[in-house]
């Protein structure tokens, strides 16, 4: 082109003429391009284009940075201050200092502070300050994006300007670090306005990216879209059918506000939460025992989704639930986060296993809270991030005096209810006046009986008025007493009438009381007994009949007690002290004045064996019913008798019912004792270096905790809340960030920083960093209520965008950074699940409660190290349902859910990765979940549509996808069916059958959108 060019002019008579015209015109363009840089404030200016900005760099900015700039910051080698200015990267990454530029204000850019400085020291450069004109061309520059030719940049290595590892100001103006202020929201340019302010950051960035967004979904496609973000379940055809009727401009808020009110929303978003705190019901390791009770913590998940508790509190009880004034029972259960991670029950080293312990708690908590990776630390001083060891063992110590995990119910917590406490008092307070009630009619009779009695029978020296204590009387000693007794006994089985007044026991042996072997517990043995049976006999006399006589008796195991040839009580089994046991009762009638025979049987069958019982008696009075049972009749007459009768019996039965206080117990956090907390030399306990304590990063600027000072036996000392309630603060720089990260995460497929767990320099950079700050101040100001953002998010313009493919923007933005259309995704393991059984109508919603445990193969449960313990069995109806109630064992993972991805139980887990692999597809083709949940949607359609192919083929298609079939589809469906029936000679069930199964495989039921 230029040898044709020059040829040409060659050949012209007019050849000097048009080369000075050419240099003219060439001279004014740059002067009217200087001139409308130079001149401000005379006209509005017109916008540059990019080419015309780097032209500007190239003759007026490139010559200043290269003559006095690049010498100090753009050597290979060494750069000063760790601030590279030959590259824009370079420029906008900054130095030790800090931030170099703010695009946003530039004027108030930290670059041209250094330039226009006066002070040595300061000063840029420091060998002399720069001309007025120069550093306003470097002014006019960074207004104008501080653009760069890419021909002209020195890029350095990767990489270059680390260690970012340093506490300094550089790395204080790391965006994660950096305040959280509320940005305003950028100026809406065309068309109309957006329907939530999000749309105006997305919007923005599209515009300057030269990109449009795609068009609207289908109203079908966002409601599917919708209830499977916020339940995990899809619509009903019913529900589909009612909101495409519906035309109000605020249809889609009321399907978010509906969808937001259903119970499902918490099983769906728990299940979020229960993957970052590495939710799972076994310790994990070789024994993989179980976590009695940590169900309790999943519940508590669910309910406080569904109540839209506030963030910060969810927070606040999960680290400090126990420390909080006068906790609920929800704030104990929530405190089972410190006990979901695996836990080894027999390690080599106790003291290391300890800190692993509270390390797992530690990393978990910076990663979920703060996407701080803390636990990068442990041993050395984090290689990439502002993160000094010394910070990583300060914040241990928030958490060094919790107890070990332990097995059983070892941590096990009872749960303090208000309301069960009050519901007790109520039950209490109505026995005891039930109770004096009845004791008042019994009073009433007992009074009139003793009287009467008293003048009828007065050889029974009645004390109608009982002053002073009974005096008691030793019948018979037992082997506890100093005095003791001897018993006749025999071991071989006596006559059948050995327990009566007048058997003859001459020829039994004697010897003193405590028959048995040493060593039983609670015995005093002093005559050995080793044989199977003993028989016992001793006499005992009587001046006058006493009031009441117990029996203070030791037995293992059987005995039988009779007094002068009958049976007054039979003992089953043995117990390990003496007991006192009252018989008056069954004695009144048998005691005479004169001899009396104690008799006793005693069986053992094996372990310790040891018989021996006393007899007491005192002269208090005679129970009133024992004498209403043998005069009552006499005094009283039959129908008042038997009215007494009645109000002493429903008096034994009102006191046999106990008023159970119910104690409710949860896994739960409990602390022990005052641990110091030293910095460990290579992570190892045993290289104790200086003593910390607890303390909040350095990089976040924290302010100085108030930890209360408490008493050493205190249950707690408080410093997990200290800590909690700067999580939740508006202070902290990162809780409401990461949430708000979250929320967007699981509405539009991915964050708006990638990695949701590490906010770090080794993390992805924000795709729009004023937008998460946006939202975050938007959490914050909305008293951090969830459902509010939900609402928020999905009711935008965003939300309902199309997920089809664009060319032209997919080759501009082909990672979707700009969100310019809506992310398609497959389902997650739980929805595929909960899908298919909602799809053949035998989904069960049964909410909470113990885990379940779904049906697994035998060929996988023979993997395990102890097969028939390691899976429980539910019956079929607890079997179906949802999948988040699926008991969760480290070492046995659910095999549908784990086919498709299932989160990581051993380590907090923020992003599912799906993977896309053969035996997926084997398993939605031959697992028995599929086949038989295609046998029971069979059977659904069979009953509702009979003797209708189409019908079937449209409603099986309806059901899967959410809309109605097409034309085509059906007859295919159709096809279908004729074909395996002919072809395969199969029975029209079994058919049916076999496209149910193809149903259940198809792309559009798996995907959304």
Same mark, same amino acid.
């Given at each position: 082109?230029?040898r044709?060019?020059r040829?040409t002019?060659?050949?012209?008579?007019?050849?000097?003429?048009?080369?000075r015209?050419w240099s003219d015109l060439?001279?004014l363009?740059a002067?009217?391009?200087?001139?409308?840089w130079?001149v401000s $404030?005379?006209?509005?200016?017109?916008?540059?284009?990019?080419?015309?900005?780097v032209?500007?760099?190239d003759?007026q900015?490139?010559?200043?940075?290269?003559a006095?700039?690049f010498s100090?910051?753009?050597n290979?080698?060494?750069?000063?201050?760790?601030?590279?200015?030959?590259?824009?990267?370079?420029?906008?990454? @900054?130095?030790?200092s800090?931030?170099a530029?703010n695009?946003?204000?530039?004027?108030?850019?930290?670059?041209?502070?250094?330039?226009r400085?006066?002070?040595?020291?300061e000063?840029?450069?420091?060998?002399?300050r720069?001309?007025?004109?120069?550093?306003?061309?470097?002014?006019r520059w960074? /207004?104008?994006?501080?653009?760069y030719?890419?021909?002209?940049?020195?890029?350095?290595?990767?990489? &270059?300007g680390?260690?970012?590892?340093?506490i300094?100001?550089?790395?204080?103006?790391?965006w994660?670090?950096?305040?959280?202020?509320r940005p305003p929201?950028?100026t809406?340019?065309?068309?109309?306005?957006p329907?939530?302010?999000?749309d105006t950051f997305i919007?923005?960035?599209?515009?300057?990216?030269?990109?449009?967004?795609n068009?609207?979904?289908?109203r079908?496609?966002?409601?599917?879209?919708?209830?499977?973000?916020?339940?995990g379940?899809?619509?009903?055809?019913a529900?589909?059918?009612?909101?495409?009727? =519906?035309?109000a401009?605020?249809a889609?808020?009321?399907?978010?506000?509906?969808?937001?009110a259903s119970?499902?929303y918490?099983?769906?978003?728990?299940?979020?939460w229960?993957?970052?705190?590495r939710?799972a019901?076994?310790n994990?390791?070789?024994r993989?025992? +179980?976590k009695?009770?940590?169900?309790k913590?999943?519940?508590?998940?669910i309910?406080?989704?569904?109540?839209?508790k506030?963030?910060?509190r969810f927070?606040?009880?999960?680290?400090?639930?126990?420390?909080l004034?006068?906790p609920?029972p929800?704030?104990?259960i929530?405190? @089972?986060?410190?006990?979901?991670?695996i836990?080894?029950?027999d390690?080599?080293?106790?003291?290391?296993?300890?800190?692993?312990?509270l390390d797992?708690?530690?990393r978990t908590?910076?990663?979920?809270?703060?996407?701080?990776?803390?636990?990068c630390?442990?041993?050395?001083?984090?290689?990439?991030d502002?993160?000094?060891?010394?910070d990583?063992?300060s914040m241990l110590?928030?958490?060094? %005096?919790i107890?070990?995990q332990?097995?059983?119910n070892?941590?096990?917590?009872?749960?303090?209810?208000?309301e069960?406490?009050?519901?007790?008092?109520?039950?209490?307070?109505?026995?005891?006046t039930?109770?004096?009630r009845?004791?008042?009619?019994?009073?009433?009779?007992?009074?009139?009986?003793?009287?009467?009695?008293a003048?009828?029978?007065p050889?029974?020296?009645? #004390?109608?008025k009982h002053?002073?204590k009974?005096?008691?009387?030793?019948?018979?000693?037992?082997a506890?007493?100093k005095?003791?007794t001897?018993?006749?006994?025999?071991l071989k #089985?006596?006559?059948n009438?050995?327990?009566?007044?007048?058997?003859?026991d001459?020829?039994w042996?004697?010897?003193?009381? $405590?028959?048995?072997?040493k060593?039983?517990?609670?015995?005093?043995v002093h005559t050995?007994? /080793?044989?199977?049976?003993?028989w016992?006999?001793?006499d005992?006399?009587?001046?006058?009949?006493?009031g009441r006589?117990k029996?203070h008796?030791h037995?293992? &195991? %059987?005995?039988?007690v009779?007094?002068?040839?009958k049976?007054?009580?039979?003992?089953?089994?043995?117990?390990?002290?003496?007991?006192?046991?009252?018989?008056?009762?069954?004695c009144f009638e048998l005691?005479?004045t004169g001899?009396?025979t104690l008799?006793? *049987?005693?069986?053992?069958?094996? $372990?310790?064996?040891?018989?021996?019982?006393?007899?007491?008696?005192?002269?208090?009075q =005679?129970?009133?019913?024992?004498?209403?049972?043998?005069?009552?009749?006499?005094?009283l $007459?039959?129908?008042?008798?038997?009215?007494?009768?009645?109000?002493?019996?429903?008096?034994?039965?009102? /006191?046999?019912?106990?008023v159970?206080?119910?104690t409710e117990?949860?896994?739960?956090?409990?602390e022990?004792?005052r641990h110091k907390?030293w910095?460990? +030399?290579r992570?190892?306990?045993?290289?104790?270096?200086?003593?910390?304590?607890?303390r909040?990063?350095?990089i976040l600027?924290?302010p100085q905790?108030?930890?209360?000072?408490v008493?050493a #036996?205190?249950?707690?000392t408080?410093?997990?809340?200290?800590?909690?309630k700067?999580?939740v603060s508006?202070?902290?720089r990162?809780?409401?960030?990461?949430?708000?990260?979250?929320?967007?995460q *699981?509405?539009?497929?991915r964050?708006?920083v990638?990695?949701?767990?590490?906010?770090?320099?080794? @993390?992805?950079?924000?795709?729009?960093?004023?937008?998460?700050?946006?939202?975050?101040?938007e959490l914050?100001?909305g008293?951090?209520?969830l #459902?509010?953002?939900?609402?928020?998010?999905m009711?935008?313009?965003?939300?309902?965008?199309s997920?089809q493919?664009?060319?032209?923007a997919?080759?501009?933005d082909p990672?979707n %950074?700009l969100?310019w259309?809506?992310?398609?995704?497959r389902?997650a393991?739980?929805e595929?699940?909960?899908?298919?059984?909602n799809?053949?109508g035998q989904?069960?919603?049964?909410?909470?409660g113990?885990?379940?445990y779904s049906?697994?193969?035998?060929?996988?449960?023979?993997?395990?190290?102890r097969p028939?313990?390691?899976?429980?069995?539910?019956s079929?109806?607890?079997r179906n349902?949802?999948?988040?109630?699926?008991?969760v064992?480290?070492?046995?993972?659910?095999?549908?859910?784990e086919?498709?991805?299932?989160a990581?139980?051993d380590n907090?887990c %923020?992003?599912r990765? =799906?993977?896309?692999?053969?035996?997926?597809?084997?398993?939605?083709?031959n697992?028995?979940?599929? +086949?038989?949940a295609? &046998?029971?949607?069979?059977?659904r359609?069979?009953?509702e549509?009979?003797?209708?192919?189409?019908g079937?083929?449209c409603?099986?298609?309806?059901?899967?996808?959410?809309?109605?079939?097409l034309?085509a589809?059906?007859?295919e @469906?159709?096809?279908l069916l004729?074909?395996l029936?002919?072809?395969?000679?199969?029975e029209?069930?079994a058919?049916?059958?076999?496209?149910?199964?193809?149903?259940?495989?198809?792309?559009?039921f798996v995907y959304?959108?």
């Amino acid at each position: 082109m230029r040898r044709s060019l020059r040829a040409t002019l060659g050949r012209s008579p007019f050849l000097s003429l048009r080369i000075r015209m050419w240099s003219d015109l060439t001279m004014l363009r740059a002067c009217v391009l200087v001139l409308a840089w130079s001149v401000s $404030g005379l006209a509005v200016a017109q916008p540059l284009s990019d080419a015309a900005k780097v032209e500007f760099f190239d003759r007026q900015v490139f010559g200043i940075l290269k003559a006095r700039c690049f010498s100090c910051h753009g050597n290979k080698r060494a750069l000063k201050g760790n601030f590279r200015i030959t590259s824009r990267k370079g420029l906008l990454r @900054g130095g030790d200092s800090g931030a170099a530029v703010n695009l946003d204000q530039p004027g108030e850019s930290h670059l041209l502070a250094l330039l226009r400085s006066s002070e040595d020291g300061e000063r840029m450069p420091p060998d002399g300050r720069l001309p007025a004109a120069q550093i306003e061309v470097i002014a006019r520059w960074l /207004k104008l994006g501080a653009p760069y030719n890419p021909q002209l940049e020195i890029r350095g290595v990767a990489n &270059e300007g680390l260690p970012t590892n340093q506490i300094n100001g550089r790395t204080r103006s790391y965006w994660a670090f950096q305040p959280l202020q509320r940005p305003p929201l950028p100026t809406w340019r065309e068309g109309p306005l957006p329907a939530q302010p999000i749309d105006t950051f997305i919007g923005e960035q599209l515009r300057q990216r030269g990109l449009r967004p795609n068009g609207l979904a289908s109203r079908t496609q966002w409601l599917r879209r919708a209830h499977y973000d916020l339940l995990g379940l899809p619509p009903t055809p019913a529900e589909v059918r009612a909101y495409e009727l =519906v035309e109000a401009p605020d249809a889609a808020t009321r399907v978010v506000d509906r969808l937001l009110a259903s119970p499902k929303y918490g099983e769906k978003w728990g299940r979020h939460w229960l993957d970052l705190v590495r939710y799972a019901e076994t310790n994990g390791y070789e024994r993989d025992t +179980n976590k009695e009770l940590v169900w309790k913590y999943r519940d508590y998940v669910i309910r406080s989704f569904n109540a839209d508790k506030p963030y910060d509190r969810f927070v606040l009880e999960q680290i400090a639930g126990d420390e909080l004034p006068a906790p609920s029972p929800d704030a104990i259960i929530a405190t @089972g986060f410190y006990r979901l991670g695996i836990w080894d029950d027999d390690p080599a080293d106790r003291e290391l296993a300890r800190y692993d312990y509270l390390d797992d708690i530690l990393r978990t908590t910076g990663e979920t809270m703060l996407a701080m990776t803390l636990g990068c630390a442990r041993c050395h001083d984090h290689k990439i991030d502002p993160i000094p060891q010394a910070d990583y063992y300060s914040m241990l110590a928030f958490f060094a %005096d919790i107890t070990p995990q332990g097995s059983g119910n070892r941590n096990h917590v009872a749960l303090t209810d208000l309301e069960a406490k009050a519901d007790y008092e109520r039950r209490l307070a109505a026995r005891q006046t039930e109770e004096m009630r009845l004791q008042k009619g019994i009073d009433v009779w007992e009074r009139e009986l003793l009287e009467k009695l008293a003048k009828a029978k007065p050889e029974l020296q009645l #004390k109608i008025k009982h002053h002073g204590k009974p005096q008691q009387q030793v019948l018979i000693p037992a082997a506890t007493d100093k005095s003791g007794t001897n018993w006749k006994y025999t071991l071989k #089985k006596p006559a059948n009438d050995w327990f009566e007044l007048a058997f003859e026991d001459r020829s039994w042996q004697q010897g003193p009381a $405590g028959f048995g072997t040493k060593g039983t517990p609670g015995s005093r043995v002093h005559t050995e007994w /080793k044989s199977k049976a003993i028989w016992l006999r001793r006499d005992f006399r009587l001046t006058t009949i006493p009031g009441r006589v117990k029996l203070h008796i030791h037995h293992d &195991e %059987d005995a039988e007690v009779y007094l002068n040839g009958k049976l007054i009580r039979r003992f089953v089994g043995y117990v390990t002290s003496y007991q006192q046991v009252d018989v008056t009762a069954e004695c009144f009638e048998l005691l005479q004045t004169g001899r009396n025979t104690l008799a006793i *049987h005693c069986r053992q069958t094996g $372990g310790g064996q040891y018989i021996d019982a006393g007899f007491i008696a005192d002269d208090g009075q =005679v129970p009133t019913a024992v004498l209403a049972a043998k005069y009552g009749r006499e005094i009283l $007459g039959v129908e008042r008798l038997q009215t007494y009768q009645m109000l002493v019996r429903a008096l034994g039965d009102l /006191k046999k019912r106990k008023v159970e206080k119910r104690t409710e117990f949860a896994m739960a956090v409990s602390e022990a004792g005052r641990h110091k907390t030293w910095i460990l +030399n290579r992570g190892n306990p045993r290289l104790k270096g200086d003593e910390v304590g607890p303390r909040l990063p350095q990089i976040l600027d924290p302010p100085q905790l108030a930890i209360p000072s408490v008493n050493a #036996k205190a249950p707690t000392t408080f410093k997990r809340r200290a800590l909690a309630k700067w999580l939740v603060s508006k202070r902290n720089r990162l809780t409401a960030r990461v949430m708000a990260n979250r929320l967007w995460q *699981h509405h539009f497929g991915r964050g708006i920083v990638r990695s949701a767990n590490n906010f770090g320099y080794l @993390g992805d950079l924000p795709t729009h960093p004023r937008l998460l700050n946006w939202l975050a101040t938007e959490l914050m100001h909305g008293d951090w209520r969830l #459902k509010r953002v939900h609402r928020l998010l999905m009711t935008s313009r965003l939300y309902q965008t199309s997920s089809q493919s664009n060319p032209a923007a997919l080759r501009a933005d082909p990672t979707n %950074d700009l969100f310019w259309r809506f992310n398609m995704r497959r389902l997650a393991a739980e929805e595929i699940r909960d899908s298919i059984l909602n799809l053949t109508g035998q989904l069960n919603f049964r909410m909470g409660g113990a885990s379940i445990y779904s049906e697994v193969p035998d060929d996988v449960l023979r993997t395990a190290s102890r097969p028939g313990a390691a899976w429980g069995k539910s019956s079929p109806a607890e079997r179906n349902r949802r999948s988040i109630y699926i008991f969760v064992k480290r070492s046995l993972r659910e095999p549908f859910l784990e086919s498709f991805d299932w989160a990581d139980t051993d380590n907090t887990c %923020d992003v599912r990765f =799906v993977t896309t692999v053969p035996t997926q597809t084997l398993t939605m083709l031959n697992s028995k979940l599929l +086949n038989d949940a295609s &046998e029971q949607l069979a059977q659904r359609l069979v009953i509702e549509r009979p003797n209708d192919l189409t019908g079937q083929v449209c409603r099986a298609l309806e059901l899967a996808t959410s809309r109605s079939a097409l034309q085509a589809e059906v007859e295919e @469906g159709v096809a279908l069916l004729s074909e395996l029936r002919e072809q395969l000679d199969l029975e029209p069930v079994a058919a049916l059958q076999r496209f149910c199964l193809l149903v259940l495989n198809l792309n559009e039921f798996v995907y959304l959108d």
